[in-house]
């Protein structure tokens, strides 16, 4: 979709002014691209912002565009800024997830810190559960460094419940240099739910927040 296009370009690009031109996938005239990619970021807006009418994640400058502001998750151990939650929502929208969640590396310890789906509560965890390093699926994917795609959750012993009863899951460890620092999680209660381009599109959606959990 031009939505999902939009926002890969600005991550691709964050920090950086982008005119509505480049941001827009096809040549088409000016004032044209400046009206759809008006919109697009009006749709983004709603999804990623705390505040829609007081944007702070994508921003806009007549005459020199749009551009999306870095984004740091704050250092305390189980909160995270707006932003996170919304992207998250956004992410398992564009994905079609039932359920997914942000797992901070904090020592020793995963840290659940951000949820999309029935883990989701008022920007807080629903019931957050604290795992070890290499405890769980999870915790495998940290001691590997690599995704990992559970197809039978049933027949895992690493599988550990929680508030979805996943019959699959999906595991992303986030790596900053050569440490992995947070963890993206989703589960389905639908068989073979996940493939390859799911791992593609997160670990480029979580470059956003990689540098933010490993502070």
């Keep these: 979709t031009l939505e999902a296009t939009v926002l890969e370009s600005l991550v691709a690009r964050r920090g950086s002014w982008t005119t509505a031109e480049d941001l827009h996938p096809d040549r088409i005239a000016k004032r044209s691209a400046k009206a759809r990619i008006k919109g697009v970021v009006f749709r983004l807006r709603k999804k990623l912002e705390a505040d829609p009418s007081t944007p702070k994640v994508v921003i806009s400058q007549r005459d020199w565009g749009y551009r999306l502001e870095d984004v740091h998750v704050a250092s305390q151990l189980s909160t995270v800024p707006p932003m996170t939650w919304g992207f998250l929502r956004y992410l398992a929208q564009r994905l079609g997830l039932e359920d997914c969640v942000l797992y901070r590396r904090q020592g020793h310890d995963l840290v659940q810190v951000a949820a999309a789906g029935p883990k989701a509560g008022e920007e807080e965890v629903v019931e957050p559960i604290v795992l070890r390093v290499n ?13 990992l795609i559970v197809r039978d959750t049933q027949l895992d012993q690493r599988y550990i419940p929680d508030a979805l ?18 963890v993206f999680d989703s589960e389905s209660s639908k068989p073979r739910s996940y493939s390859d381009e799911h791992i593609r599109e997160i670990q480029q959606a979580m470059d956003l927040l990689r540098e933010g959990l490993g502070r």
């Design 165 to 182: 009863p996943g019959r699959t899951e999906l595991t992303v460890p986030i790596v900053d240099g050569r440490e992995v620092v947070g």
């Design 135 to 147: 405890q769980g699926i999870v915790g495998s994917a940290v001691a590997t460094g690599e995704a």
